[in-house]
């Protein structure tokens, strides 16, 4: 089987997985023996899912019982199916541990709308049927107190990872305090996990019931020096090799940015095979880039076309030339510097696809989406 260099899309491990190593340190530290519960966050497509895998990994090796649920594939969305999968997860990973033939018997004979575990002498059953389905209040502090059990009878550290956490917040304030009350009494520890741009700010604003509740910590880019071996250390073994042009090219474009590396490094190698050649030199690269452009990431399509009107004027001209300044931009887009101003912040405030500088001037946050833009206006892309 001929194995692909690279992999873009969904997160990634083994092979696939790069570096990360000061991140796997700093939170692996913070894990075992810090005392708050954490909060990650970073852009989309920056690499958090990947990273919480291969935390959950050195965490089992270590001796703890992580779990990761993923609060954005809640099917139904509902509070009763959260519990519901942090149960089903917890039973996993008790099935793994447990030495004694007879738990395993036992969890493994869970019916679907009755969850629950009988380890040694503790019998603890959920109820997820007709019955007790509208009593959240009575599921949340089972489903609490499941997991300090398993922790105490284990004699292992739970810890929970909850991804893109933020779709939560929708479940109400009600519900969010009591769990903010229950994550704040449980034994397990809790890491979670957020792409939504406005993260940051709903938890530090006074009336979140997350309110300066977690540890934050941000998911950055990875360094050059980083990226580049990965680069050449994946494409080594098949025979093809970079210019080194065309690996500055790469670093410059991505940014630090794991999904672009990957999918610049994917199209390079697809682009040399097709043109049989073993070495990918800046040509290779530039085509590598109009395909690249073509799969950016869904999300920065959809949001870009729910611009509509001056708020859309005012993004393209962001797009199509180098502008910094508020008073350049208005004036391309035949706008008043102040709804400029207005229209900049709303773009930031309620997409995300521009932010402010040090210099507090604004800039789009995703390249690849810039050149999308230009590209649909037949202008020149603007390749280093
Ligand atoms: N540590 C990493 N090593 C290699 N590629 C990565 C890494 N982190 C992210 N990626 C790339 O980025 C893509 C998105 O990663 P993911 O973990 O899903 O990001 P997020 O959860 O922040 O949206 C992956 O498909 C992969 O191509
Ligand atoms: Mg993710």
Not at 33 to 38: Q, S, V
Not at 61 to 86: H, S
Not at 187 to 202: M, T
Request: one cysteine or more; proline letters at 3%.
């Amino acid at each position: 089987m001929v194995n692909l260099p690279y992999q873009y899309g969904r997160e990634v491990s083994g092979e696939y997985f790069f570096n990360r190593k000061k991140d796997l340190e700093t939170l692996s530290r913070l894990l075992l023996y810090g005392k708050n519960d954490l909060a990650l966050y970073g852009i989309r497509r920056i690499g958090k899912t990947s990273l919480m895998l291969r935390l959950k990994e050195s965490l089992e090796k270590k001796g703890c019982l992580p779990i990761i649920i993923k609060c954005e594939k809640l099917l139904p969305l509902d509070e009763v199916t959260f519990f519901k999968n942090l149960v089903d997860e917890l039973k996993v990973q008790l099935v793994k541990v447990s030495k004694k033939e007879k738990t395993k018997e036992v969890a493994k004979l869970f019916l679907p709308e009755k969850i629950g575990v009988s380890v040694e002498d503790i019998h603890f059953w959920i109820e997820f049927g007709k019955g007790e389905i509208k009593n959240l209040k009575k599921i949340m502090e089972k489903t609490f107190d499941l997991t300090n059990k398993i922790g105490a009878v284990t004699k292992r550290k739970v810890i929970i990872f909850l991804d893109e956490f933020q779709e939560l917040f929708p479940f109400g304030d009600a519900f969010l305090w009591a769990l903010r009350a229950h994550i704040n009494e449980s034994k397990a520890l809790f890491i979670v996990c957020s792409s939504h741009h406005r993260f940051i700010a709903n938890l530090t604003q006074e009336k979140h019931p997350f309110f300066n509740f977690f540890q934050t910590y941000e998911i950055k880019g990875v360094s050059d020096d980083d990226a580049e071996l990965f680069l050449k250390s994946r494409i080594e073994k098949l025979g093809v090799r970079y210019e080194q042009q065309a690996i500055q090219k790469i670093l410059y474009l991505s940014n630090g940015h794991p999904y672009y590396i990957q999918l610049l490094g994917f199209w390079c190698y697809e682009l040399a095979l097709s043109l049989n050649k073993r070495v990918i030199d800046e040509k290779v690269l530039s085509l590598a880039y109009s395909e690249s452009l073509q799969a950016i990431p869904a999300h920065l399509i959809s949001s870009f076309e729910k611009l509509k009107g001056k708020t859309r004027s005012v993004f393209v001209v962001l797009c199509l030339y180098d502008l910094s300044s508020v008073s350049g931009i208005a004036k391309h887009a035949g706008l008043d510097p102040k709804a400029a101003y207005q229209l900049l912040q709303q773009i930031e405030s309620s997409y995300g696809l521009v932010k402010r500088n040090a210099e507090n001037k604004f800039e789009v946050t995703d390249l690849f989406l810039k050149a999308y833009v230009q590209k649909l206006f037949d202008h020149p892309v603007m390749v280093p």
